[in-house]
């Protein structure tokens, strides 16, 4: 899993789910991720979030042969999309920060109904028979899978940081007819 490069957001914007511009810099921070994710298999499926902060990069790192999957989105932050941060009500922010989990966003998503989209996403990837997989996305879908894999509370996950530009690498073989799910790096 990769989260996509650094973004152009001098206003300090809530953007979940806007697409926003990647830095000026986007070239370089390209080249340099590809350096680091090294010889990709050929067979590699390459899967990314429909917003084009990830989609260039996928673009990029698999000659355009790359699939979209909107359960890939990072979180719908809805009324807030946007918004400079400073600019939402800081009574609504504040119930959001308190329980992100379970407190939706409004006109968006809570925490928990991005896991369950992402966690399909997931669940219906290790099931197909793909040797090598490449998902590039977002900091907070990256945590979630996370969290599904090694079954670790969300309101946790922010305990993972996750940067711009990082690999994260899981490995699943089947063992004894079950899939064993391993997490081998995080933020690479």
């Not at 650094?6 to 000026?24: F, M, T, W």
């Not at 809570?110 to 099931?127: D, P, Q």
Request: proline share 4%.
């Amino acid at each position: 899993m990769i989260r996509h490069t650094a973004v152009h957001n001098p206003e300090k914007r809530c953007y979940g789910q806007s697409d926003i511009d990647l830095s000026p810099k986007w070239v370089e921070h390209f080249d340099d991720l590809k350096q680091k994710l090294g010889v990709v298999s050929p067979e590699a499926k390459f899967y990314s979030s429909p917003y084009k902060r990830c989609t260039q990069l996928a673009g990029f790192l698999s000659d355009n042969q790359f699939e979209t999957d909107h359960r890939l989105a990072e979180m719908n932050f809805g009324d807030w999309e946007q918004s400079p941060w400073t600019a939402i009500d800081q009574s609504v922010l504040n119930s959001w920060m308190t329980d992100y989990v379970n407190f939706k966003v409004p006109g968006g998503e809570s925490f928990t109904i991005m896991h369950n989209r992402c966690a399909e996403f997931w669940l219906g990837l290790i099931s197909k028979d793909v040797p090598h997989v490449v998902v590039i996305t977002h900091a907070g879908v990256i945590r979630s899978l996370l969290a599904n894999i090694i079954k670790m509370p969300l309101d946790k996950v922010f305990q993972i940081d996750i940067d711009y530009s990082s690999i994260t690498k899981i490995t699943v073989t089947e063992y004894k007819s079950s899939l064993n799910q391993q997490v081998n790096f995080i933020n690479r």
